[in-house]
């Protein structure tokens, strides 16, 4: 039984081409962003897309003929039964099995939407209009579920739904109406824009009703995003940079604007392990992240120096180093200067909107080991490193408010103003570290600067007086018993454009945020010649007593204080910036603290060398082992194999599924298995190789870290890649346009190349000259269709004046003859191919020629003739 | 074979002057039909008869006549004699077969032959006759005898059929079933002439009246003989007889198409494309002869489900199958 057919061969190319391949390669964007927003995805788009793209390839081609739809979506889903209960026979235990399933599971939806698609564009008129809008609401979700909305973005995300729209129903009512000539066209199109933009309406009224909460979600990010993005409004700074990826990092830099833009969004959560001498009472310390030693006087700006001397700041980056291995820098413990009251304290910090890549400790930090975030708090926290920083004993977050009550931390205070009075000059120190930290700009302003600090402090004789006399003028009262300095994030500027702002701050306005009490202490320090500088990082806010040592930092905790140095002691943080008495600090929630690390017994460091994604085995080659908590280097280490069926995988970004792993990546693993510990271990022959002959292959592991790749770190500033970039979404974009290009223009040129094949072969015999020439005449709209050969001969030569009839009788004598062409003939023949094109050629116009020959119709006409 | 191997070995040259010969002549009378005129010419070297349907006027049975005349002379002399029967629906088959008579002289019956004993019959508005009349004609045009009672008398030789029928007066008619029409080579539409030919009729009718009647026998009996003998002998490819397999296949294998093409249709395609390949000088077929007489040869046999098919089917089995042949390479065998 021959089956009808709906539409053409000619019209399923088309189809296939206008309608399928642009559909093809959205859904292939599509998938790629929904791949990196769900997990369940698996981020396999790549096989998604093809799932996706056999299935509209098949419809289309199976729908050309006249089936019907439910009947045979009926056996499709047939066939899913039953591929699903194959799957079920092959699959091997529980896990497998659930494995598999959800991959079935994905293939089956996808490859039924892109049957769905193909049979839209085959047979339903309006199937485009859902389609689109199909896409437009998977869009939006893809929009609402970014956690940085920036206006490029939204633009890339809905910039080609749009456009895409607009095309596909363009083009599919183009397709359908190809071969027809209605009369009442106009119409048709009137009724159908007229629907189209009603029922648009409506399903965005509903999209908006339904996905109301994400477009709430989308209005914060924006209000959030806008502060920081509005650099052009120069009045708005904050003391924390929104990364792409929507982690927080230090901005580098520090300028004194009209107003300071905060948020409550938690940045990470730290353990502190430091406490006064009564061993119960916390010491809260101030995280560091960067010391502002730099001041441009006409941006009124202060930023890091890199090339700052004795520079005592730690600044690894921990997603670069291997999970459970310490990365030291003893260096900066040297450049602290400092020799007494100092030991060594530890943090666990654990990260939640702060970038991967940032480092963040109290004082002077020298050592950074990367630890896992134990499973349960792993949806809270994106990764955690363990820290020690050589602290002093005097250093404390208690410094301006005065501890009343507290009998512990008023000793404190007292000890240590009496301590840090003793000593008060540099004898001794490096000249160029003196010079470097009291640096002062020039000026007049700055002048006025230095004659008020001289001022304040004309009766202490001791620099520590001499700083609490700063700190005590910050808090005092004017002649009405109102505090003379307000704090407030937004202070305004000085009238004058370009007006120094710190002594608008200190003899004008008398209002400001931390940066500004911060810089105006910094140069009355260093008026005094006391050596200082500016440290940005987190306030350390002690609000729970319910888990001694843990402490919550949330981003309008990002703060600018500054150090002072004491000679023997070090730098100290004195932070002189006032309590805001206007808007009380709202109670922040502390959660839960992620206890429940465990001992780690076995480390492995190095690159996978192959991996068996069934049975969950991999081989690594180590680089360096961690054993008992000791390192060893093991080069030329015979590889490991490594059980990684129980092992959590987590990257910088959180945790990630199994088969991100490939061949070649650098990775960590940990194992927590106490039996591993057990092994005879002696101290004589504690070398790597002993250790890996002695180890039970393989090892379980239960912990695996990617670590990134050393690259050139990017200086200045440190762009953190979003996920975009992750996939090089640029290229792929760029990848995919310039794919498409090129297939334009192959369609374009496909009539031309094709001719260049033909001509090419036309020199061969006269069946290939033959062909060539009715290609050639086809191209030109002389197509011969269901003409005899000779009688086509002879219109085109009655047209052209030319003998192509005598040609094709030879051809044809040369073909179903039983005798061979006479040597006459023959020559006749293969002298006329060039001559006729040459002739039809000059008949021609060039541009007529051209227009004709492109017409891909004439060339798909040529080779799919009859339905 | 009893004709000399010089005779078949010129006999190309021969026939093509023959046949130009007889064109020539029946152009004479009948302006602006060459392709009907070839279509004919066509089925009567293959040895086969022809059906010509169209409008009345259109000049079917004046060019049936004037064939005839051209190669049977009008006078009707015992060599070569044209006979054309009138149907009606009350013609009886012993009107057209003939009859026994009883002979006073001998005192007994013998045989007075009717009409069909003839060289070119010309059966007009075949269609109006019974049944009954309609397969005894056909019968003997196949078989190419008769047999009356015990006796079996042969036709003549060379007996070629040209049948008109009407296709719009539907009443009082008995439309030919499939299967008769099967006994057709060809059938072919007459057709109204173009405008330019029209007028020009017009100008010249009195002396197209005058061709008419003074048309002269311009080839012989034996001639025309010698012209079936020539075609059979026209050499067809291999390729081409398998694209003739391939259309008579492809016409049984449709789902539009209640009757196909039957093998004998086949042949009689065969023997009409090595006629015509020789009315076009030749002495091969091409793709051009298949071109032309397959909606000739093979339409008429078909019997389509709906219009639609009728309209489309066959130029579409046959423009597939030239296709095919297009883009067929021979050249590089030899």
């Known amino acids: ?867 | 074979m009893e004709n000399t191997p010089t005779v078949i070995s010129s006999s190309i040259e021969q026939s093509v002057l023959n046949i130009e010969r007889l064109t020539k002549n029946i152009e004479k009378v009948i302006r602006g039909k060459i392709p009907q005129i070839r279509l004919i010419l066509t089925a009567m070297i293959a040895g086969g008869h022809i059906l010509m349907e169209d409008n009345p006027g259109t000049g079917k049975t004046v060019m049936a006549k004037t064939l005839a005349k051209s190669i049977a002379g009008s006078t009707g002399d015992k060599t070569a004699s044209f006979k054309r029967i009138q149907f009606t629906p009350d013609l009886l088959p012993m009107d057209l077969i003939g009859s026994y008579i009883f002979d006073e002289q001998h005192k007994d019956f013998i045989f007075k032959k009717g009409p069909l004993f003839c060289n070119v019959l010309l059966a007009d508005e075949i269609n109006r006759a019974s049944p009954k009349l309609q397969s005894a004609l056909l019968e003997c045009m196949a078989e190419k005898q008769i047999t009356v009672g015990e006796k079996t008398y042969p036709l003549e030789k060379m007996f070629f059929t040209m049948a008109t029928q009407n296709p719009i007066e539907m009443e009082g008619t008995y439309p030919l079933p499939a299967a008769q029409l099967d006994r057709f080579y060809i059938k072919i539409r007459f057709g109204y002439v173009d405008d330019e030919t029209e007028l020009n009729i017009y100008e010249d009718y009195l002396a197209i009246q005058k061709n008419q009647e003074e048309i002269q026998q311009v080839l012989s009996i034996e001639e025309i003989i010698q012209l079936q003998q020539t075609a059979e002998d026209v050499f067809v490819h291999p390729e081409l007889l398998k694209a003739v397999r391939n259309i008579v296949s492809a016409t049984r294998n449709s789902d539009e198409i209640i009757l196909g093409a039957s093998t004998r249709s086949g042949i009689s395609f065969i023997k009409c494309l090595k006629a015509f390949a020789l009315i076009g000088g030749r002495d091969y077929v091409t793709e051009n002869d298949l071109q032309h007489l397959t909606h000739a040869v093979l339409d008429h046999r078909i019997l389509y489900r709906n219009k639609e098919a009728r309209a489309k089917l066959l130029y579409q089995i046959q423009e597939n199958e030239m296709e095919r042949l297009s883009k067929l390479n021979l050249s590089t065998k030899k």
């Open chain 1, 1 to 867: 039984m021959q089956l009808e057919r709906a539409h053409s061969w000619k019209k399923l190319g088309v189809q296939c081409l206008l309608l399928a391949l642009p559909t093809i390669f959205f859904a292939f964007a599509v998938l790629l962003k929904l791949n990196a927003n769900y997990i369940i995805l698996q981020d396999q788009w790549i096989y998604q897309g093809i799932y996706f793209s056999i299935g509209v390839l098949l419809s289309l081609l199976f729908y050309s003929w006249r089936f019907r739809f439910i009947s045979t979506a009926l056996v499709l889903a047939l066939f899913y039964f039953i591929g699903y209960k194959i799957l079920e026979k092959l699959a091997v235990g529980e896990f497998d099995m659930f494995f598999l399933s959800v991959q079935y599971l994905i293939f089956a939806f996808i490859f039924s939407i892109g049957w769905l698609v193909g049979f839209g564009f085959s047979r339903w008129r309006f199937f485009t209009v859902f389609w689109v809008l199909f896409l437009l609401a998977i869009e939006i979700i893809i929009v609402s579920k970014m956690t940085t909305v920036t206006a490029g973005a939204i633009v890339l995300g809905f910039v080609p739904v749009l456009i895409y729209t607009f095309y596909i129903i363009y083009t599919s009512e183009l397709v359908r109406n190809l071969n027809e000539h209605q009369s009442s066209f106009r119409w048709y199109l009137t009724k159908r824009v007229g629907g189209f933009f009603g029922v648009v309406v409506v399903i965005f009224a509903i999209i908006f009703y339904i996905f109301r909460k994400d477009f709430a979600g989308i209005e914060n990010a924006w209000k959030k995003v806008e502060s920081h993005y509005n650099n052009e409004q120069p009045n708005s700074q904050r003391m924390t940079k929104v990364n792409r990826d929507g982690t927080l990092s230090s901005t580098g830099q520090m300028p004194l604007s009209g107003s300071l833009n905060k948020t409550k969004q938690l940045v990470f959560v730290a353990h502190l392990n430091n406490f006064f001498a009564d061993g119960t009472t916390q010491n809260p310390l101030y995280f560091t992240s960067d010391y502002y030693t730099k001041f441009d006087s006409v941006t009124q700006t202060f930023a890091t120096d890199t090339l700052r001397p004795f520079n005592d700041l730690f600044s690894p980056d921990p997603s670069r180093i291997s999970l459970f291995f310490t990365k030291t820098d003893s260096s900066v413990i040297k450049n602290a200067l400092a020799t007494q009251s100092r030991r060594v304290v530890e943090a666990d910090i654990y990260k939640v909107a702060l970038s991967p890549s940032d480092y963040l400790a109290p004082s002077t930090a020298f050592s950074v080991q990367p630890i896992p975030v134990p499973y349960e708090y792993t949806d809270q926290y994106t990764s955690a490193y363990h820290a020690k920083m050589w602290v002093s004993d005097l250093n404390s977050a208690y410094f301006v408010y005065n501890p009343a009550g507290n009998t512990i931390l008023e000793d404190f205070q007292k000890t240590r103003y009496d301590l840090l009075r003793s000593d008060s000059n540099y004898v001794g120190i490096d000249s160029e570290f003196l010079d470097y930290y009291t640096r002062m700009p020039e000026g007049k302003s700055y002048q006025q600067i230095i004659q008020l600090a001289d001022a304040l402090t004309s009766g202490d004789s001791t620099n520590m007086d001499k700083m609490l006399a700063i700190r005590d003028y910050f808090l005092s009262k004017d002649e009405f018993g109102q505090p003379l300095f307000q704090y407030s994030d937004n202070p305004g500027e000085p009238g004058l454009p370009g007006a120094n702002k710190l002594a608008y701050f200190l003899f004008d306005n008398r209002k400001g945020y931390c940066a500004y009490f911060a810089g105006a202490t910094l140069f009355m320090l260093r008026a005094l010649h006391i050596p200082s500088r500016i440290a940005t990082g987190f306030l350390t806010v002690d609000r729970s007593s319910k888990n001694p040592g843990w402490y919550w930092f949330y981003e309008d905790q990002a703060h600018a204080w500054v150090q002072v140095f004491f000679k023997g002691y070090g730098w100290i943080d004195f932070d002189t910036t006032i309590p805001d008495v206007n808007t009380q600090q709202a109670p922040q929630p502390d959660g839960t603290p992620p206890l429940g690390t465990q001992k780690v017994s076995f480390v492995a460091d190095g690159t996978i060398e192959k991996i068996d994604t069934a049975k969950k085995r991999l081989i690594l080659t180590p680089s360096k082992i961690l054993f008992k908590d000791k390192n060893f280097q093991a080069v030329d280490q015979p590889d490991l194999r490594l059980n990684i069926a129980f092992a959590k995988i987590a990257a910088d970004t959180g945790l990630v599924n199994f088969d991100v792993l490939t061949k070649g990546m650098h990775i960590t693993a940990a194992s927590y298995d106490e039996s591993i510990g057990k092994i005879p271990f002696q101290k004589v022959t504690d070398t790597a190789a002993y250790i890996i002959d002695h180890l039970q292959q393989p090892i379980p592991i239960d912990e695996i870290k990617i670590i990134k790749d050393n690259e050139p770190k990017n200086t200045g500033n440190n762009i953190d890649l979003s996920y975009l970039q992750n996939f090089q979404w640029l290229w792929i974009l760029i990848g995919i346009a310039l794919f498409a290009l090129l297939i334009v223009i192959l369609i374009i040129l496909s009539p031309w190349l094709i001719w260049q094949l033909f001509n090419l072969r036309a020199g061969k015999n006269l069946h290939f000259a033959q062909r060539a020439i009715l290609y050639f005449l086809n191209q030109m709209g002389y197509p011969r269709d269901n003409q005899a050969p000779e009688f086509f001969a002879g219109h085109i030569d009655d047209q052209f004046d030319t003998h192509l009839s005598m040609f094709t009788r030879i051809y044809q004598k040369e073909k179903y003859s039983a005798h061979p062409l006479t040597s006459e003939e023959r020559q006749e023949a293969s002298r006329f191919y060039k001559p006729f094109i040459k002739t039809l050629k000059e008949q021609i116009p060039w541009k007529k020629r051209v227009v004709l020959f492109l017409n891909f119709y004439h060339t798909l006409h040529f080779f799919i003739k009859n339905p």
